[in-house]
Nanobody, 123 residues
């Protein structure tokens, strides 16, 4: 099993940047993803990266602004968020797909989750 802990959230003005980090423990040779959940909305896909880092996938709403990366030597996954908008406000979750090696974009593709970190973008 893998345990995940997110960090790096906070309050930022529109147009600003934040970098989220996800610290993993246990076996980590999995596809990793970032999801977010805004108030009164369902959890939504943001980005994913394969174990080797050779492939990534992004939601259309964040393409060109967000970058997912990982450092397997440190068991870390990152989400660099630039040009933030108020609609990016949400709790951001790190997730691991321990059952496959694809680039899933659905909540059901992932079976290990962190506790989430709040990102608030003010206008």
């Amino acid at each position: 099993q893998v345990q995940l802990v997110e960090s790096g959230g906070g309050l930022v003005q529109a147009g600003g940047s934040l970098r989220l980090s996800c610290t993993a423990s246990g076996r980590t040779s999995y596809t990793m993803g970032w999801f977010r959940q805004a108030q009164r909305k369902e959890r939504a896909f943001v980005a994913a990266i394969t174990w080797s880092g050779d492939r990534t996938s992004y939601a259309d709403s964040v393409k060109g602004r967000f970058t997912i990366s990982r450092d397997n030597t440190k068991k870390m996954v990152y989400l660099q968020m630039n040009s933030l908008k108020p609609e990016d406000t949400a709790v951001y979750y790190c997730a691991a797909d321990t059952g496959g090696y694809g680039l899933g974009s659905s909540v059901v593709d992932y079976d290990s989750w962190g506790q989430g970190t709040q990102v608030t973008v003010s206008s």
